[in-house]
Structures are given as C-alpha cells and as structure tokens.
C-alpha cells in the first residue's frame, strides 16, 4: 500500500484546511490510519488517529478540538479537518499506517506504510 498526503499550503492564524491521505496499490479498509507531524528541529508528533472502520478516533492533546479525522473507504482516503489553525500548527504532515491490520497505533512505532508529507505553514 502507498500512502500520499496532500492539501497542505500557507494559511493565516485562525484560518482551516483539509488534509487528505489516499492509498493506492491496495485497499486501506483494513488498517488504521494515523496522521503525525513534525517541525523543524522537533520529533515526529501523534496528531491523530482513526479506527479502520470509523468506530473510534483518537487525537493528540494538542489538536483535540480543533481537529477531526475522518476517512472514507469507497474512495480509499483518509482526511484531516483541521481549524482554528494556530502558528504552532506549522509543520510537515505525514499519513501512516500500521504493518498489522485492524488495531490502532498512537506513535510512529509499528507504523510499516508512510506517506510523502504536506508542508501545512500557518502565519501570525
């Protein structure tokens, strides 16, 4: 399974965007499918994450409210609602998911498919 992020871009403080994550060379229906983040000099960051068949989302603590994951698996993609974006937002986005089916993972750890990440820049 290949994973793309996409919808990233420049965007001012307060403003929103829409993450999208589609998989190609296989179907992601099985797998739960977690969205990371990291900016400059910083580690890889748990943002959030969703259940393969939407039952339970889960969302780091510092985007909880403002983001919601979703997916939909008629067309193979996973999505990041994000709002109230803030200056600290900024940071490349990355899609993943893990090497075993069905079970959730809330850290890079056992993630076995990545996507290329979104650049997501939010100005003052």
């Known amino acids: 399974v290949q994973l793309q992020a996409s919808g990233g871009g420049l965007v001012q403080a307060g403003g929103s965007l829409r993450l999208s994550c589609a998989a190609s060379g296989g179907t992601i229906g099985r797998y739960a499918v977690d969205w990371f983040r990291q900016a400059p000099g910083k580690e890889r960051e748990f943002v959030a994450a969703?259940?393969?068949?939407?039952?339970?989302?889960y969302y780091g603590d510092s985007v909880k409210g403002r983001f919601t994951i979703s997916r939909d698996n008629a067309k193979n993609t996973v999505y990041l609602q994000m709002n109230s974006l803030k200056p600290e937002d900024t940071a490349v986005y990355y899609c993943a998911a893990p090497r075993v089916e069905y079970i959730v993972l809330l850290s890079t750890s056992g993630m076995e498919y990545w996507g290329k990440g979104t650049q997501v820049t939010v100005s003052s």
């Open positions: 969703i259940s393969f068949n939407r039952g339970r989302t």
